[in-house]
């Protein structure tokens, strides 16, 4: 078997890219205070205001597991649910922290094409009676880019926070891969005006070290919050290390550019591509048919890549995608095909 090659596992694969690490340097010098009150976490945070143009409180943690499960832990008591998309990260691969951080809350799936959730799924959730031995739906999680690499338009986003609210339910939106889908031509500054409460920003996924940013938009939630961040170990003595990165990464739009090239190296990875696509490439993950024999023989080549929820072989491309890495692959992959 030739030598792992992981550039197509997974956007954290790749390392950090030099404008997230020439601020960790350049913000390492001298003290600051702890635990999220410093002056870098403050600039940090005003640069994730500017990119939102919004008013909104922002913190920075290290895990996007756990900025999840916090924010849903923060909208849902215990004996209630949060309705996400079946396939939806929060629901399939992070172990069952919502349940562990919420103290037993519960996730109840939605349906709907390439991970967009459908409007009639939500509805049909939504009009299901209480009853106290089940537990029933009291916030609802959404994914942008989904799981699928597709990317809603804020009219669609907005048709499904609009139902949620209706019905008195708050609103998270996982953004883990927010920055491809803002690439992809999705207005940061319409997130304000969606009827989110929460939002998570990912940071590891497009060119950071490990860090998350969480978007209060709701500022019934802040109070305490720092609390709840540290009880659930996600305050940072030295937070400015998770802030630092992302002054680097917006303060001259490296945060989008980056993004914009991984979608670029997907776009060029499907134009080759030799197997059949699964779902849209919107964002920067490709998701195909290939039997389990190619998918042998491609690992065989050297190349790692997972087999997805729903069958696919998925290839995702990063800030550091090279298109030598792109060709090289599709060689390989012609060769199986």
Sequence with gaps: MAEGRYQFASDNT??????????LVAFNAGAASGYGTDHVSRQAADAVRGLLDADADV?????GTAANAICLATLCRPFEAVLAHRHAHVCTDETGAPGLFGHGLGLIHLDGPSGRIEPASLEAALTVPDASYRQSPAALSL????????VYTPEAL???TDTARARGLPVHLDGARLANALAAGFPPTALKDLGLDMLVIGGTKNG??????LVLFNPDLSRR??????QMGQLPSKGRFFSAPWIGMLKDGAFLRH???ANAMARRLAAGMPFPLNHPVEANGLFVQMDDAAHQRLIAEGWFVYRFTDGSVRFM???ATTPEDVDALLDSLKRIA
Excluded: I, Q, V
């Design 208 to 213: 950071m070290t490990p860090t998350e940013a």
């Design 158 to 160: 907005k048709t499904l």
């Design 225 to 230: 919050f720092d609390a709840r961040l540290k």
């Design 143 to 150: 994914t942008n880019a989904t799981e699928y690499g597709t």
């Design 59 to 63: 913190r920075f943690l290290g895990s």
């Design 14 to 23: 790749s390392g950090a890219a030099p404008e997230a690490l020439e601020a």
């Design 317 to 319: 491309c990063s800030w």
């Design 259 to 261: 993004a914009a090239h």
